[in-house]
């Protein structure tokens, strides 16, 4: 019985040993095969041709919402579907049993001021530098996260249709616009000549709220309001 | 160029260790740990690749891994989630362990 005991310890070992070769034999593959990689401009040339005609000036905003947005109207959607994963898995459960501290209260009532105007400018600030839609929600989810774990619930009154509603709006605005564009004559997603500027920039409004509450939403780990 | 490349090897070398421990390790928070770390290697690698050209730098890249970031996150919550709701409904978070392993 020991004996067996013995050979499986040094099966498992012999395992990991192959698994660590393997890997490492891996690595260095793969970083002379990068190493041996052509090295041109890439895409850069292109995106800088085609960025005076996007509507924007940022190259990355341009490139997230207009040559790519194809990436990122699908990537609201995974975020819209995780959620619902989250909140089909049950209510959200109690993040906080005791009161909250003074200093988290203070805090919150001095930051989240800050934070909403912080993420207003990252929204609009998207257009034309660092920033746009994800940034902006992701800086508003922290104020939700703040809000949290100080023990705050989503209200009676906006308990379904609200919430659900500040979830989709990201995707719906998206989806809105891209097949609305199609009207005349235009594919999907491909942005009129003229005012494609505002166009992205309501989505990302949008797009930003819903980010906001879905990040927020899943840590709170379920439906709210039902516990 | 060669310090984009170090930067690409060390995405490389991310992913591998994240690997290593999704395939090794057993206990889940473990394995979803893992696989941000793997996903932190591919980001890496795809911006320093993007930096790793003559002239200006490749904005394409760096838009793919601000969306692979937040599909990242999103996935991440999802499966703590399940995680979660696993150990309170088995009271496991780990796999099973084979007989005679003395991890």
Same mark, same amino acid.
């Given at each position: 019985m020991k004996r067996r005991m013995r050979l499986r310890r040094n099966a498992s070992r012999l395992l990991h040993l192959g698994l660590v070769l393997l890997l490492v034999g891996a690595?260095?593959?793969?970083?002379?095969?990068?190493?041996?990689?052509?090295?041109?401009?890439?895409?850069?040339?292109?995106?800088?041709?085609?960025?005076?005609a996007s509507g924007v000036e940022s190259e990355l905003t341009a490139v997230l919402l207009s040559f790519r947005g194809?990436?990122?109207?699908?990537?609201?959607? !995974?975020?819209?579907?995780?959620?619902?994963?989250?909140?089909?898995?049950?209510?959200?459960?109690?993040?906080?049993?005791?009161?909250?501290?003074?200093? =988290?209260?203070?805090?919150?009532?001095?930051?989240?001021?800050?934070?909403?105007?912080?993420?207003? +400018?990252?929204?609009?600030?998207?257009?034309?530098?660092?920033?746009?839609?994800?940034?902006?929600?992701a800086v508003l989810a922290a104020a939700g996260v703040l809000l949290l774990?100080?023990?705050?619930?989503?209200?009676?009154? =906006?308990?379904?249709?609200? !919430?659900?509603?500040?979830?989709?709006?990201?995707?719906?605005? +998206?989806?809105?616009?891209?097949?609305?564009?199609?009207?005349?004559?235009?594919?999907?997603?491909? +942005?009129p000549a003229t005012g494609a500027g505002v166009l992205m920039l309501a989505i990302e409004a949008a797009c930003a709220l819903s980010i906001a509450a879905i990040l927020a939403g899943m840590l709170a780990g379920g439906r709210p309001g039902e516990s | 160029m060669s310090s984009a490349l170090l930067y690409a090897a060390a995405g490389v070398a991310l992913f591998l260790i994240g690997l290593h421990a999704l395939v090794w390790q057993r206990h889940l928070v473990r394995k979803i740990i893992a696989v941000n770390?793997?996903?932190?290697?591919?980001?890496?690698?795809?911006?320093?690749?993007?930096?790793?050209?003559?002239?200006?730098?490749?904005?394409?890249?760096?838009?793919?891994?601000?969306?692979?970031?937040?599909?990242?996150?999103?996935?991440?919550g999802l499966a703590l989630s399940l995680t979660l709701r696993l150990a309170r409904a088995s009271g496991q978070v780990e796999l099973p362990r084979p007989r005679g392993d003395d991890r």
């Amino acid at each position: 019985m020991k004996r067996r005991m013995r050979l499986r310890r040094n099966a498992s070992r012999l395992l990991h040993l192959g698994l660590v070769l393997l890997l490492v034999g891996a690595g260095i593959a793969l970083c002379l095969l990068i190493a041996s990689l052509p090295r041109g401009a890439g895409l850069a040339p292109a995106v800088a041709a085609a960025v005076p005609a996007s509507g924007v000036e940022s190259e990355l905003t341009a490139v997230l919402l207009s040559f790519r947005g194809y990436d990122t109207l699908l990537e609201m959607t !995974v975020l819209t579907a995780a959620l619902a994963g989250v909140w089909s898995l049950g209510p959200a459960p109690r993040l906080r049993v005791s009161l909250p501290g003074a200093v =988290l209260l203070g805090m919150n009532r001095t930051l989240l001021p800050v934070v909403i105007l912080i993420s207003g +400018y990252l929204l609009w600030a998207g257009g034309a530098r660092a920033g746009g839609a994800f940034q902006a929600g992701a800086v508003l989810a922290a104020a939700g996260v703040l809000l949290l774990l100080a023990g705050a619930t989503v209200p009676d009154r =906006l308990r379904g249709p609200p !919430v659900r509603a500040v979830v989709i709006i990201g995707l719906a605005a +998206y989806l809105a616009v891209a097949l609305g564009v199609m009207r005349d004559g235009r594919r999907f997603l491909e +942005y009129p000549a003229t005012g494609a500027g505002v166009l992205m920039l309501a989505i990302e409004a949008a797009c930003a709220l819903s980010i906001a509450a879905i990040l927020a939403g899943m840590l709170a780990g379920g439906r709210p309001g039902e516990s | 160029m060669s310090s984009a490349l170090l930067y690409a090897a060390a995405g490389v070398a991310l992913f591998l260790i994240g690997l290593h421990a999704l395939v090794w390790q057993r206990h889940l928070v473990r394995k979803i740990i893992a696989v941000n770390v793997m996903g932190s290697g591919a980001s890496l690698l795809l911006v320093a690749l993007g930096h790793a050209g003559p002239g200006a730098t490749d904005p394409v890249p760096q838009a793919m891994v601000i969306t692979g970031i937040v599909v990242a996150v999103s996935a991440t919550g999802l499966a703590l989630s399940l995680t979660l709701r696993l150990a309170r409904a088995s009271g496991q978070v780990e796999l099973p362990r084979p007989r005679g392993d003395d991890r």
